[in-house]
């Protein structure tokens, strides 16, 4: 009983102690990790380019170079949404006015509270949440120079994560040196195979439902569908939560601006259609389930995120955590951990695509060479980290 409360103790310590460590390191840790995703993703990349002759330096900068323009494009094509979306912006607020105009009259007929206590009210609540317009201004700035920090220190660590890859991968083999090498190597390969996996299928999703979003849109007669599709998709970055306040904000963009409230329903409509979709096709089959969670650790890990980290910690949470289940899976003592957070149940299921190429080629993919294909994927990923 004494070693098994002892046990307890030890765990719950270092519980309190990680949790510490993550919220008060949150400036250092929250581009540390980002700048980790990303040093996964352009692994492959800067190991191509290794290929070619060039030097790890040179190959270092073109995968920064390459993520900059890519910001770059997001950016623009945001910015030039954002400036048509402007133009109806006198429409919007008209709309808007006029709506809150109804509104006040419905409450001034049915509660009773004039229109002018009701601006008064309303008034009150504005200045204390806002603590008048200098802190708003002073908070949006400070926000603006925080995300810019933080993709400043982003692209450093990555630059540095890619520019010393096998140092680091040496580093964990020798933390573990009493361990198996080849199988340290393995979880550092499966690691970042999942990292890779994982970005490269959530940017995949988000095209695709940015796609299907505007084309919903345009059809609906929406104007500014493409940023409102946009939006409603790169929300969905926040699992679960995301996908529901990126739904809002079309729908509600369409009971503003239209005179009737049928473009708002077929808007709902729309949203509830693609998000099934996105649930049972475009999640499961190009996100590709790669994290490998079960819904409560998705959901726990989403929720002590946002408490820990703010909206970053929603995002990243989810395939840290990930990994986490890959290091508990890998080491004995911590396998039960891997088996509650984990969901294998389709962990047999072939991939959309693999099912398409054997009905086309009338044969099924051998389960030995899927197992080689398997083991090559994660030595690649452990050489391209």
């Known amino acids: 009983m004494k070693e098994l409360l002892l046990r307890i103790n030890q765990n719950l310590f270092f519980f309190v102690l990680a949790v510490a460590v993550l919220y008060f390191g949150k400036p250092v840790l929250v581009p540390l990790m980002l700048g980790a995703l990303l040093a996964m993703l352009m692994a492959p990349v800067c190991q191509r380019l290794d290929n070619f002759g060039l030097s790890r330096a040179l190959s270092s900068t073109i995968c920064i170079v390459i993520l900059l323009i890519a910001f770059a494009i997001i950016f623009w094509i ?19 006015k006029e709506m809150l105009g109804n509104l006040q009259r419905i409450i001034e007929d049915k509660l009773s509270i004039p229109k002018k206590e009701q601006d008064v009210i309303a008034k009150e609540q504005v ?27 982003m692209l450093v660590y ?3 994560f890619i520019h ?33 996996k994982y970005l490269t ?4 999703s988000i095209l695709i439902l940015t796609t299907l979003y505007s084309i919903a849109l345009l059809i609906i007669g929406l104007d500014n569908a493409i940023i409102l599709g946009g939006v409603a998709a790169l929300l969905t970055i926040v699992p679960y939560i ?15 601006t239209r005179d009737t409230f049928q473009p708002a329903l077929m808007v709902a409509v729309s949203i ?49 955590v990930g990994i986490l289940k890959i290091i508990f899976d890998h080491i004995e003592s911590l396998k039960p951990l891997g088996y509650i957070i984990g969901d294998n149940g389709d962990k047999d299921r072939k991939h959309i695509f693999v099912r398409v190429k054997e009905k086309l080629l009338g044969k099924k993919e051998d389960p030995e ?3 080689d294909l398997s083991i090559k994927e994660n030595q690649d990923a452990s050489e391209g980290f």
């Open 164 to 196: 010393g890859k096998e140092r680091y991968e040496t580093f964990i083999v020798r933390i573990f040196h009493e361990e198996d090498t080849e199988k340290v190597k393995t979880i550092v390969g499966k690691i970042s195979l999942v990292g890779q």
């Open 201 to 204: 299928g959530r940017v995949t």
């Open 127 to 153: 200045e204390n949440g806002n603590g008048g317009n200098g802190s708003f201004a002073g908070s949006i700035l400070n926000g603006f120079t925080s995300v810019l920090t933080t993709i400043v220190l």
């Open 272 to 320: 509830v259609v693609i998000q099934t979709i996105d649930n049972y096709f475009i999640e499961p089959n190009v996100v590709g389930g790669e994290v490998n969670l079960s819904a409560f650790a998705s959901i726990f890990s989403i929720i002590v995120g946002g408490v820990i980290w703010g909206i970053a910690g929603m995002i990243l949470f989810i395939p840290m």
């Open 369 to 371: 060479s899927k197992q």
């Open 158 to 160: 990555t630059f540095l």
């Open 242 to 256: 995301g996908t529901t306040l990126g739904g809002m904000f079309p729908f509600l963009v369409a009971l503003i």
């Open 78 to 96: 945001i910015l030039n949404q954002v400036n048509s979306f402007m133009e109806d912006i006198n429409q919007i607020q008209a709309k808007a």
